[in-house]
C-alpha cells in the first residue's frame, strides 16, 4: 500500500514542437484549459485553491523573473497562491511533487501544476549559456552534450555497451513517437539513421539527442479522498523522491551511473511500498541515448551493466517487461524543460486508466490507442535527471490501484 | 489555537550590506552555518530531509538558472531532495511557506531553507531590466519606483497622507536598523534629511526607498511534536497566507491597497485563528515609505486610510500598538530578495523568543537587546508583498505559545 494521499484528477498536454507562433502565455493557457475541460465529470475552476507554475528558464521567453503570477494572472485566477519552481531538467516533476506536498499538507484541497518552456526563441547556444551565464567555472565548455557523452564512453567501456544498443532508445522511442499525437517528432528511424546522423560530440550522434522543443503541460491534483468528486478514475501518487549528487563533475566517483537518479529512486520505491519489478509502465528521461540505457539500471529495470542487453533484448519495448517511454519520451516528444516531467505524468494518467485512446490528444483518432500498454500491476514511474553535474533527479510512483 | 503543525527551531543571517568580498556560495555557506551552530540544543545536519533554496534572479550572480542542487552542493549536503523557488518580492517567504508544506505533509520531519540574493554585482538598472527583459509592455518604463509612487500620490489624495508621514516610517526604520548588526545601514535619519535626499520618482525622495543590498538568511524548521530535540523555546508556524492579484498595473482598480496582500493576510489570520490586534511584532515590506503606511492598513493594525496617522502617532514604534520592522526593515537592513522573507522570519523567532539579545549578531554586544519588543499575546506577523505588478504577497503568522 503506497502512500496515496493525492491524486491525479484531470491532465492536459499541448502539442509539442517549434512553435514560434505561440507566446508563452498562449502555451500556458492552452494546456490549462486542454487540463480543466477534460476531467471526467467536469471541473470548476474556483476549486483550484493553489497553484504552481514550473519553468525553468524564463529568460528564453521575455520575462526573466517570472514569479507564480505569471501563470494565476494569465488564466483568470489571480488571487489564488502560486509559487514559481525552478530545478534544471526536473523542474517539471519537482514542481508536481512540491504541488502534492501542498496537498498533503491538509492546506490546499485542489491544486494546480503547469509546467512550460520556451525552448526555441532563443538559440540553442543561448539557451545552454543561461544555464551557467558568469559562473567562473561551469560556463567554460560544459554543455548538456559533454556532460552526457564521457558517461557513454564509459559505459562501453566498462559493461560494453555498443553504439547500436544506444541507437535501439532513439529507434523504439521515435517509433512509440509516432503514436503520440502531442509529439514533436512523428517519424519512425532506423539504426543506421542514427549512425548516419552528424556526430554532435562522441559518441553521441544526432540522433542518440533530444531536440529542443516548445511545450506545456499541466495537472489537477486534489486530497486523495476528495477524488470521486472529479472522475471514477483517479490516478493516485504512491510516492516520489528527490535526489541530488555533488555540483561538479570533478567530485564524482563514477561515470556509470547518476547517484542522483539512484537516490530518488530509492526514495519513491520506499514511500509506494514496490519494487522495480511492479512498474507496467515508465517515462524516464532520454535526453540521450545513453541515459535511458543508464536509467534502466539507476531505476532498478536490470543490473548495472546490462542496460545495454535489456534495450536489446527488448525488455523496454511497448510490449516488453517494462513499457519505457511509449509516449516517445523526450527523444520523440521533446523536452520543454518545465512542461516535461508533468508530461512524462500526463502519458502515465492516461496509460494507467487504459485510456490513452481518449487522450485529449490534437485529433488523429485510431492513432492513440496504438501506444497502450497493458496494465497488468497497475503502477507507473515518472523520472528526471539533469542539471549541472547531472547532479538533480525526481521520480514519481503513480497508481491506479486505490 | 493556530495550525501549530511546524516548528522553527533554528534561524540565522548573515550581515547585509554591499558584499563585494563574497561570492554567492560564500554568503549561503555562511547563513547556514550561522543557522546550524545556534540552535540551542545542538544540530546535526545530517537530520535535514529536503531543503529549499529562494533565490529571485539567479542570473545576477553567475548562475542564471540556479537549481535546487546549488545550495547543497555548496553546504556538503548532496544528496537530499532540494528545491528552488522564485517568487519575486516574497520569494524568501514563499520558500519559508514550501518548506512548510514539506514538513506539515508529513513526508519530511525536518527542512532547511535558506534565501540569498547577490543584487550589487550588477547595476541597478540590469536588475530592473532582468526582471522583465525581453516582454514586449513590462520593460517598457516599469521599475519598482513607477510602480509604488503612484500609489502614493493617489494615497495622498484620497486619505490626506502627507510626506512628513510617509518620511517617519524612513526615520523609524533607520532608528530600529542602529540597533541591528545584521543591518546594512547603521545610521539615524532625520524627516529633512528624507526631503532633502534627490527626488527619485514623484513623491518618493531617495530616503524613502530601500537600498539594493546583498544578504543571505536561514531557517530550520521541523514538525512540530520533534521540536523539544533542538529546543525548549521553538516558534511555531501559527498560519501563512498567499495573495496575488492581475498581472497589469492597468487592470487594477485600486491605487490605495495591495489586494494581494489583503488576500495573503485573510488567509493568514484565519490559519492562525487571530485577529490583527494579538500581533505584538511585524516585519511588513517596506521597499518603500509608502507601502509600509499601506501595509498598516492592509495588514488589519489601523483602519484604510489611517496608516498616515498610525506611523504619525507612534503606533508603530518598539513600543507601540504594533512594534513593525524592529530589524530596521527593508529601508535599513535591506532588500536582498530571495533573503528578505527569510531574515524577516528569523527576526521574529528572536523577538518572539524575547531573545534578540542572544541573536549571533555579529558581534556588538549590548546593542541588540535594544530593538527587543515587549512581547505580551505572543505573535508576530511577516509579509512581503512585489511582483510586477505589485500582484503577489505572503504573509507568515509565528507565535511561542504552543
Keep these: 500500500m503506497g502512500w496515496n494521499k493525492v491524486a491525479i484528477v484531470g491532465v492536459g498536454i499541448i502539442k509539442f514542437g517549434e512553435l514560434f507562433d505561440k507566446d508563452w502565455e498562449v502555451m500556458v493557457e492552452e494546456a490549462y484549459l486542454n487540463t480543466i475541460n477534460n476531467v471526467d465529470k467536469g471541473f470548476d475552476p474556483k476549486d483550484i485553491q493553489a497553484a504552481w507554475i514550473a519553468d525553468c528558464r524564463p529568460g528564453a521567453h521575455g520575462t526573466q523573473t517570472i514569479a507564480g503570477v505569471s501563470l494565476v494572472g494569465n488564466i483568470g485566477l489571480a488571487g489564488i497562491p502560486c509559487t514559481h519552481i525552478e530545478n534544471g531538467c526536473p523542474t517539471g516533476s519537482d514542481g508536481f511533487r512540491n504541488a502534492c506536498l501542498g496537498v498533503a499538507s491538509g492546506v490546499y484541497d485542489v491544486a494546480l501544476v503547469l509546467g512550460a518552456e520556451k525552448m526555441r526563441d532563443k538559440s540553442t547556444a543561448e539557451m545552454l549559456s543561461l544555464a551557467a551565464q558568469g559562473h567562473p567555472v561551469l560556463q567554460r565548455g560544459e554543455t548538456a552534450m559533454t556532460m552526457f557523452a564521457p558517461q557513454a564512453m564509459r559505459h562501453m567501456h566498462e559493461f560494453g555497451t555498443t553504439k ?21 517528432y512523428r517519424y519512425e528511424i532506423t539504426i543506421e539513421d542514427v549512425f548516419k546522423s552528424p556526430m554532435v560530440c562522441s559518441p553521441l550522434n544526432l540522433l542518440d539527442c533530444c531536440p529542443q522543443t516548445d511545450g506545456a ?26 535526489g541530488t549528487d555533488t555540483f561538479y563533475v570533478h567530485e564524482k566517483e563514477d561515470f556509470t551511473e547518476f547517484v542522483a537518479s539512484v537516490r530518488a529512486a530509492k526514495q519513491a520505491y520506499s514511500m509506494a511500498g514496490i519494487e522495480p519489478k511492479d512498474i507496467d509502465v515508465a517515462e524516464v528521461h532520454d535526453c540521450f541515448s545513453i541515459t535511458e540505457i543508464i536509467n534502466y539500471e539507476d531505476l532498478g529495470f536490470c543490473k548495472k551493466g546490462e542496460g545495454g542487453k535489456f534495450i536489446e533484448q527488448g525488455k523496454s519495448d511497448l510490449d516488453g517487461e517494462v513499457a519505457v517511454n511509449p509516449s516517445g519520451g523526450l527523444m520523440s516528444k521533446g523536452h520543454p524543460l518545465g512542461a516535461t516531467g508533468i508530461a512524462q505524468i500526463a502519458e502515465l494518467f492516461w496509460q494507467l486508466r487504459e485510456d490513452v485512446r481518449n487522450s485529449n490528444g490534437a485529433g488523429d483518432p485510431g492513432v492513440n490507442e496504438k501506444r497502450q500498454v497493458k496494465i497488468r500491476k497497475g503502477y507507473g514511474l515518472q523520472h528526471n535527471v539533469g542539471g549541472r553535474g547531472i547532479s538533480n533527479s525526481v521520480v514519481t510512483i503513480l497508481t491506479r490501484n486505490k
Tied chains: 1, 2.
Design 164 to 184: 547500436e544498443q544506444m541507437a535501439m532508445v532513439a529507434v523504439k522511442n521515435h517509433k512509440n513517437g509516432v503514436y503520440d499525437p502531442y509529439s514533436h
Design 217 to 242: 503541460a499541466a495537472a489537477i491534483i486534489c486530497r486523495a479522498d476528495l477524488a470521486e468528486k472529479y472522475t471514477d478514475k483517479p490516478v493516485y501518487v504512491a510516492g516520489f523522491g528527490m
